[in-house]
């Protein structure tokens, strides 16, 4: 059964370091969302593209995040300068006919 | 602003215990309705859904949830748990079209001990 990937599985980096996480969505899906979720909050989205581009992007998704999808394949979430509070587990989703389907996501974790 | 959410923070149950985890939601117009299981180290995956017709939907591994729409809620229920159902049950829910954004619950957490 296809599924969505994310990489890596867990990512260490330092304060106001850039990251890039890594999501392989399903492979004729073309929606695609990225979600959070901070240790004991709840899951949060973060931002949907579709047609490379974005359609929808909550509050959070401030300037500091960008999105791209760099090949026909991989879909990239970026943080230009990491903060302490964006550590948190980073979820990747693809839709399907009418149901989003999850990868077992990145966990972050800036210091 | 858009909210859902779930009543318990973490159930404890014995085997064959019957479930409900509630489930509300703020009103917003046309809602399509989730619920999520996630096992430990496992992906989060759709145990049902609901968007419209009858509003007792049945899913996977013998769930089932019932839209009561007067009160905004979205029940999730098992007549008899098993100690494979320990995971962590999340709600969410999606406004308009299919392809909106979900809000989810923060989660219940359920252990069921043998």
């Known amino acids: 059964e296809p599924e969505v990937t994310q990489t890596p599985s867990h990512q260490v980096t330092q304060m106001g370091q850039e990251v890039i996480l890594r999501c392989v969505p399903i492979?004729?899906?073309?929606?695609f969302y990225w979600y959070r979720q901070i240790l004991g909050q709840k899951v949060e989205f973060l931002v949907s593209?579709?047609?490379?581009?974005?359609?929808?992007k909550s509050e959070i998704f401030d300037d500091q995040f960008s999105v791209e999808r760099p090949d026909g394949s991989n879909f990239t979430l970026k943080i230009r300068s990491t903060k302490l509070e964006d550590s948190a587990m980073y979820f990747c989703a693809s839709l399907g006919w009418d149901e989003q389907y999850f990868g077992p996501g990145t966990r972050l974790t800036v210091t | 602003a858009q909210s859902v959410s779930q009543h318990n923070h973490h159930v404890i149950l014995s085997e064959a215990a019957s479930l409900e985890l509630g489930c509300n939601y703020s009103?917003?117009?046309?809602?399509?309705l989730f619920w999520y299981v996630q096992y430990p180290g496992q992906h989060l995956q759709l145990l049902l859904k609901?968007?419209?017709?009858?509003?007792l939907v049945k899913g996977i591994k013998g769930f089932e949830a019932e839209f009561i729409k007067s009160k905004f809620s979205f029940n999730l229920r098992k007549p008899s748990v098993q100690w494979s159902d320990t995971a962590e049950y999340f709600c969410a829910v999606n406004y308009g079209g299919s392809q909106g954004n979900l809000i989810f619950g923060k989660g219940t957490k359920l252990s069921v001990k043998p």
């Open positions: 009103y917003g117009g046309t809602v399509n």
């Open positions: 593209f579709y047609n490379n581009e974005i359609s929808e």
């Open positions: 609901y968007f419209s017709g009858d509003p």
């Open positions: 492979s004729n899906h073309l929606y």
